[in-house]
């Protein structure tokens, strides 16, 4: 298995535009997360997935941010419109849903930067 | 809900020398932990991870970490520093009967030849 695929790897845009972070998850993971590092703050959880139905997005910032799971297989975190303190890094990772073997797969994150 | 507190954003150490990274966390349940590591311009990897069982885990590159419920802490060790662990480390918490796992701030690791 490729691992868990995010794109694209770094994003740059300009204030008020949109962002559109992207993540395929390993085949057979039911649960999916977003989070968003930056150095002020750590790895912050925004939101996770189990069976594409949003569970806690409590750690979602604010109403620009919005995420979907359409399938098992893809996940979109969109921002809407962006600001230059969004800027971070925002990984994706998937996991099976509990069990004694839990254990998050991490993507290798995309770097965004709002000008 | 559980958290986790990382005392030390940057730890030093040189080459070869003994590497303790603390770990503290809080939760309401017996909790899963684990220690995740992140090289430059990478995602994170676990290292190790705790579910149940023996108290003493051990993980990739020689390290290990012990849960300690008393002290409610899961220390990271490694005997001997090599140059190669230089990176981010960051201890994490979930609760057993949900999927939120919730990671410290981190603690960057350098290693001084």
């Known amino acids: 298995d490729a691992g868990v695929i995010q794109s694209p790897r770094h994003e740059v845009t300009e204030m008020g535009q949109e962002v559109t972070l992207r993540c395929k998850p390993i085949s057979g993971h039911n649960s999916l997360f977003w989070y968003r590092q930056t150095m002020m703050r750590g790895l912050e959880l925004l939101i996770y997935f189990n069976n594409n139905v949003p569970i806690d997005d409590s750690g979602m910032p604010e109403d620009r941010f919005s995420a979907k799971m359409p399938n098992a297989s893809f996940s979109t975190l969109k921002i809407q419109p962006s600001e230059p303190r969004d800027s971070a890094v925002y990984f994706c990772?998937?996991?099976?849903?509990?069990?004694?073997?839990?254990?998050?797969?991490f993507g290798s994150g995309t770097q965004l930067s709002v000008l | 809900a559980q958290s986790v507190t990382q005392l030390g954003s940057h730890v030093s150490v040189s080459e070869g020398a003994l590497v303790l990274l603390r770990c503290n966390y809080s939760?309401?349940?017996?909790?899963?932990l684990f220690w995740y590591v992140q090289y430059p311009n990478q995602g994170l990897q676990l290292l190790l991870k705790y579910t149940t069982g023996a108290t003493l885990v051990k993980g990739i590159n020689g390290f290990e970490a012990e849960f300690k419920k008393s002290e409610t802490s899961f220390h990271l060790t490694k005997p001997s520093a090599h140059m190669s662990d230089a990176a981010e480390y960051f201890c994490?918490?979930?609760?057993?009967?949900?999927?939120?796992?919730?990671f410290g701030a981190g603690t960057r690791l350098t290693v001084k030849p």
């Open positions: 939760s309401s349940v017996p909790p899963y």
């Open positions: 990772a998937s996991s099976l849903l509990r069990g004694d073997n839990e254990k998050l797969f």
């Open positions: 994490a918490v979930s609760e057993r009967d949900n999927n939120d796992m919730r």
